[in-house]
T-cell receptor, first 114, second 115 residues
Framework: GDSVTQMEGPVTLSEEAFLTINCTYT??????LFWYVQYPGEGLQLLLK?????DKGSNKGFEATYRKETTSFHLEKGSVQVSDSAVYFC?????????????FGKGTKLSVKP | KAGVTQTPRYLIKTRGQQVTLSCSPI?????VSWYQQTPGQGLQFLFE???????NKGNFPGRFSGRQFSNSRSEMNVSTLELGDSALYLC??????????????FGPGTRLTVL
């Protein structure tokens, strides 16, 4: 069925390292794609989004490009900080039904060490 | 513009009790969705309300119910609580939700602990 697959965590990096979190999706058509971030003890915050193929979403130094050829939306950041430690969720839009309007990946926990 | 607010932030209940959680969406948003987040199951969709009507429903038992008021505020209720209902309950609002593929904005969640 329709789904979102993220790389398994946890991911542990040193400060200033390069970050990639892989995300692929299955869908009919070209749904909007999202990255959400969840800091400890908080809800989900929208990090970035892309609404059509080849769009690049960016925010706070994070980027992700909507690749329809590979059905991917990988999250990248050139230099991570300790404050980036959080759980990152990839999601795609869904037109309702028993999965609701967003289908989420399982989340990837990132820990950044000073 | 104020974000999505959820009350209470923390709740402790015992098995068999019932609980009501509240969510106030961003002003102008008409769609409210509820999710349950647990370490084992991740984020699971409970239901979505739009214009006071339940529009979509996830695969949860009938003990989980909800409603939406004319001002778009929403409540969810869990009756006959079980230990497995311990979770973070997240509410998300959007302008429309389904058809327009718009962005969902999440509240901080209500942490429910069932003893």
């Amino acid at each position: 069925g329709d789904s979102v697959t993220q790389m398994e965590g946890p991911v542990t990096l040193s400060e200033e390292a390069f970050l990639t979190i892989n995300c692929t999706y299955t869908a009919t058509g070209y749904p909007s794609l999202f990255w959400y971030v969840q800091y400890p003890g908080e809800g989900l915050q929208l990090l970035l989004k892309a609404t059509k193929a080849d769009d690049k979403g960016s925010n706070k130094g994070f980027e992700a490009t909507y690749r329809k050829e590979t059905t991917s939306f990988h999250l990248e950041k050139g230099s991570v900080q300790v404050s980036d430690s959080a759980v990152y969720f990839c999601a795609r839009h869904n037109y309702g039904g028993s999965q609701g309007n967003l289908i989420f990946g399982k989340g990837t926990k990132l820990s950044v060490k000073p | 513009k104020a974000g999505v607010t959820q009350t209470p932030r923390y709740l402790i209940k015992t098995r068999g009790q019932q609980v009501t959680l509240s969510c106030s969406p961003i002003s102008g948003h008409r769609s409210v969705s509820w999710y349950q987040q647990t370490p084992g199951q991740g984020l699971q969709f409970l239901f979505e309300y739009f214009s006071e009507t339940q529009r979509n429903k996830g695969n949860f038992p009938g003990r989980f119910s909800g409603r939406q008021f004319s001002n778009s505020r929403s409540e969810m209720n869990v009756s006959t609580l079980e230990l497995g209902d311990s979770a973070l309950y997240l509410c998300a609002s959007s302008l429309d939700g389904g058809v327009l593929a718009d962005t969902q904005y999440f509240g901080p969640g209500t942490r429910l602990t069932v003893l």
